[in-house]
């Protein structure tokens, strides 16, 4: 649930701003594209996307493919809308930012992708052959499709859908995450689009004082192998997974083998958890177990119950 909520703050890129589109700060990232050409009107596709935190050589995002389209963006616009994505995307899935990524960055990449929103206009990022790297690990995917979408006016939230498929990892030594990595994950949720930019800015290395923005996530899905998770709830994002909350329900197809499988990977006390867990869950139609979760001070409850992940 902390993975995947995490993971849906990549919408950050649909932020406030009043200053015009500029290059990726060099104090911020270094990006290097093997080929990026426009096709037609409002689109940009790229090949060999490489992009490194400022720093921190050692933390970077490879795509084999890449491409960005939106109403009435120039290929400056849509250019700096697939570097602010992926910048947030290595930020969030590595834990590890950039402290040279100015403020006034992220404000100025969003006007345009602002503006669309209120225009009702919708918003699309695709990577191929995604590899990110923090350290020795390595996490992959085949492919990861955002597609956001804005509402006429200021008061209806933005809607959002991530979908990655091919997930992998290597090279890290946490057999929890390596043991219960999702192959493939869905996400469809809702979120003021005039509140992104102070989490982007967060998620980057430079947070906000107080805030805090609201997620409603309408559906989730996360599945590895014949383990399946679907889900909804609401969270409040703040940048520190700690200080942020959520609430929602979960279900879960298979527990049994997830059980199983935390227990192989020597994760006793995750697998004990999830069999305390099922003793209190409740019976699905489907045949799965479900339960009413929330997130809040670092700690995981179910049903009201604490469990023991870390």
């Not at 996307?49 to 400022?54: K, Q, R, V």
């Not at 995307?89 to 929103?117: K, Q, V």
């Not at 309408?218 to 520190?240: C, F, K």
Request: hydrophobic share 40%; aromatic share 4%.
């Amino acid at each position: 649930m902390k993975t995947l909520l995490l993971t849906t703050a990549l919408v950050a890129l649909s932020c406030i701003g009043v200053a015009r589109a500029t290059a990726l700060p060099a104090t911020c990232a270094h990006v290097e594209v093997a080929s990026s050409q426009p096709h037609g009107t409002g689109t940009l596709a790229g090949h060999g996307y490489d992009l490194s935190l400022a720093g921190n050589a050692d933390r970077t995002f490879h795509a084999a493919d890449i491409a960005a389209t939106g109403t009435g963006l120039d290929p400056q616009a849509l250019r700096d809308m697939e570097d602010v994505a992926s910048l947030v995307l290595l930020a969030t899935l590595t834990g590890h930012h950039s402290e040279g990524c100015a403020r006034d960055y992220f404000t100025s990449a969003a006007t345009p992708i602002m503006a669309g929103l209120r225009a009702g206009h919708s918003y699309d990022l695709t990577w191929q052959g995604g590899v990110l790297t923090s350290g020795e690990t390595k996490l992959s995917f085949r492919r990861a499709h955002l597609h956001l979408a804005g509402a006429q006016g200021d008061s209806t939230p933005a809607t959002l859908t991530l979908d990655t498929q091919g997930i992998g990892i290597t090279g890290t030594h946490n057999t929890l995450l390596a043991s219960a990595l999702p192959q493939q994950a869905t996400a469809n949720a809702s979120v003021p689009g005039s509140a992104l930019v102070p989490l982007a800015i967060a998620i980057t290395g430079h947070p906000t004082q107080g805030v805090m923005v609201p997620l409603h996530v309408a559906s989730l899905n996360a599945q590895r192998g014949a383990m399946q998770i679907t889900g909804n709830g609401d969270a409040n994002l703040t940048g520190n997974t700690d200080a942020s909350s959520a609430t929602g329900h979960i279900q879960v197809q298979n527990l049994d083998a997830v059980i199983d499988t935390l227990r192989n990977a020597g994760q006793t006390r995750a697998s004990a958890a999830l069999v305390l867990a099922k003793l209190f869950g409740h019976k699905a139609a489907s045949g799965g177990t479900s339960w009413d979760v929330s997130w809040e001070g670092g700690v995981m409850t179910v049903n009201h119950i604490p469990l023991p992940i870390h």
